[in-house]
C-alpha cells in the first residue's frame, strides 16, 4: 500500500507563505491563507467593514494583493443567522457555480456566483437560508450603497466583468470577513505545519485500519449532521471492520482559518480512498494540550 501525502507535499504543492522581506515589500497576506494549492490561483477576501473585495493572487511561489473593488453587504450588516435576516455570512466559502442573469432581474446585474453557505460550520451552528451570491447590480446604479442587499456581495457591474475568468466554480475560495487581518508569515508557517502533519496522522490511521488512532483525532463534541461523536464511533468502526487497511491519497490540499471563529481552521482536500475520489472538508482545532482535533468535517 502507498500513502501519498508526503511525496505529495514535496511535489505537487507550492507552499504559500512569505519570507519576512517579501511579507514586507507586499505588507503581508491575509491570516487565513496557510496554504494554497496549484489549482487555486486566487483567493477573494471581503473586508465587510472596508466595504472592499481584496483579490489576492499566485505569483511564483507566493500570494501577493492583486486588487481591490468595492463592494455592497447586507442591509443589516454581517453575521447572517437564519433566512431572510438580509445579513451577509461570515467564514470561508467558495463558489459553486455561475449563473446566467439575463433572465432575472436586473438588481443582479451581468452575472452571479452562488457561494456554498451555508456550509457545515454553519448547519452546525443552526444558520439558515441560502442563495448568497457574489453578483453584479443594476445597470446605472453602479456604487450601490455599503448596506444594499439581501445578505448577497454585490460588485459595479464594470468590476465583475474584470473579475468573471477569476471566480472559477468548485475552486476559488470566497473569504468573508469583519475587517482584513494580516499575518506574520513564521506564524503561518508554524501553524501550516502543525496541521499538515495532523493531517499525515489522520490520513495514516486510514490506511493502516487503525480504529482507535483514527478515532482519537476527533473532538469530544465533535458532530457531523446530527450525529454525536459515539454515534460517528459506531459508523466508523463498522467501515473500518468491512473496509481494513486500505491505500489513501490526499491531494490538492488547501488549508485556511476561519475568519469568525477564533482557533477554527478547514482543510479542504482530494481524497483517493482505495480508488475512488471525492472531496473532503476537515474543520479543525487545538485542545488544552495543544493537539490537533477535528470538531466536524464534510464533503465538497
Request: proline share 5%; glycine share 10%.
Amino acid at each position: 500500500m502507498c500513502n501519498a501525502f508526503s511525496r505529495t507535499l514535496g511535489t505537487t504543492f507550492i507552499v504559500l507563505w512569505l519570507s519576512a522581506a517579501a511579507f514586507a515589500e507586499t505588507a503581508g497576506v491575509p491570516a487565513y491563507v496557510l496554504k494554497l494549492p496549484d489549482t487555486v490561483q486566487d483567493v477573494f477576501v471581503a473586508d465587510t467593514g472596508a466595504s472592499t473585495m481584496y483579490r489576492f493572487e499566485r505569483v511564483g511561489d507566493a500570494l501577493v494583493q492583486a486588487g481591490e473593488d468595492y463592494i455592497s453587504i447586507g442591509q443589516k450588516g454581517v453575521g447572517k443567522e437564519r433566512a431572510w435576516d438580509r445579513r451577509t455570512p461570515l467564514g470561508i466559502y467558495f463558489v459553486v457555480d455561475q449563473l446566467d442573469t439575463e433572465r432575472m432581474h436586473d438588481k443582479y446585474g451581468i452575472t452571479a456566483f452562488p457561494l456554498d453557505y451555508p456550509n457545515e460550520w454553519d448547519r452546525l451552528n443552526r444558520r439558515t437560508g441560502d442563495g448568497i451570491w457574489v453578483h453584479g447590480v443594476l445597470p446605472g446604479g453602479e456604487r450601490r450603497p455599503p448596506f444594499d442587499t439581501d445578505g448577497c456581495i454585490a460588485l459595479p457591474n464594470e468590476d465583475l466583468a474584470r473579475l468573471e475568468e477569476r471566480f472559477v466554480p468548485l475552486v476559488t475560495p470566497v473569504i468573508v470577513t469583519r475587517a482584513v487581518e494580516w499575518a506574520d508569515p513564521e506564524q503561518v508557517g508554524r501553524l501550516r505545519d502543525g496541521l499538515l502533519a495532523a493531517l499525515e496522522n489522520w490520513s495514516g490511521s486510514v490506511q493502516s485500519g487503525d480504529l482507535h488512532a483514527y478515532l482519537s483525532m476527533y473532538a469530544n463534541d465533535f458532530s457531523y449532521r446530527g450525529m454525536t461523536l459515539g454515534n460517528w464511533a459506531a459508523l466508523r468502526f463498522r467501515n473500518f471492520e468491512e473496509r481494513g487497511p486500505v491505500d489513501i491519497v490526499l491531494s490538492d490540499i488547501l488549508i485556511m482559518a476561519d475568519p469568525e471563529e477564533q482557533g477554527l481552521y478547514l482543510s479542504r482536500f482530494r481524497q483517493s480512498l482505495g480508488g475512488r475520489e471525492t472531496t473532503k472538508r476537515l474543520y479543525w482545532r487545538q485542545d488544552m494540550t495543544g493537539d490537533w482535533k477535528i470538531v466536524a468535517e464534510d464533503s465538497g
